[in-house]
């Protein structure tokens, strides 16, 4: 049986180890997809979510919530709720503007399938709920997580077929929280 882990908000403390989950989180998903030699977007993405952590940590900074999951003092998973990123306004013609986006959905490799993805998407939720959020969306360009999010909020709002390539498309999906 795994290690219990405890989900919060993210604090100035969980920030280096919320760096290390992207950091290995995310070259594992770019591998699964068949991309692990593109390191240059690897690196992007990566440099994405810590810029996204940053403004989130921002005394200021109102419209960014992050969560971790942390066992025995490390973060082994991290989900954020915003504004919509760039690439779901680029796919819906900014009609998803006002709508809040669930993202930054990573899990360290060695702590996946233990239950941490699905516990941050309830926290988060349950959050959502408490401040009266009525609708979120939530996007995928990795065909690992877009066959979840299709078992986890049915089909996609827009799929943008080709947006990553041939064969390679983009799904976006719109979900009312009261659903979940």
């Not at 992050?66 to 954020?80: D, H, N, P, Y």
């Not at 877009?146 to 709002?157: A, C, D, S, V």
Request: proline letters at 5%; one cysteine or more; glycine letters at 12%.
């Amino acid at each position: 049986m795994s290690q219990p882990f405890t989900i919060h908000r993210l604090t100035p403390e969980d920030q280096q180890s919320a760096f290390q989950v992207f950091e290995e989180a995310i070259p594992d998903a770019f591998e699964q997809q068949g991309i692990g030699d593109d390191q240059s977007s690897i690196a992007g993405e990566i440099e994405g979510k810590k810029q996204l952590v940053r403004r989130s940590l921002d005394p200021d900074e109102d419209r960014v919530t992050f969560l971790v999951a942390k066992r025995g003092g490390e973060v082994v998973g991290t989900i954020s709720f915003g504004p919509c990123g760039h690439e779901t306004q680029v796919c819906t013609n900014h009609e998803l503007d006002e709508v809040g986006e669930l993202g930054s959905l990573y899990v360290r490799p060695s702590a996946q399938n233990q239950g941490i993805g699905s516990a941050l998407i309830g926290e988060l939720i349950a959050l959502l709920k408490a401040r009266g959020v009525e609708r979120f969306c939530l996007d995928s360009g990795y065909w690992a997580a877009q066959k979840r999010w299709r078992r986890k909020f049915g089909e996609p709002y827009k799929i943008v077929e080709g947006f990553w390539g041939p064969g390679s498309p983009h799904m976006i999906w719109l979900c009312e929280v009261k659903d979940f």
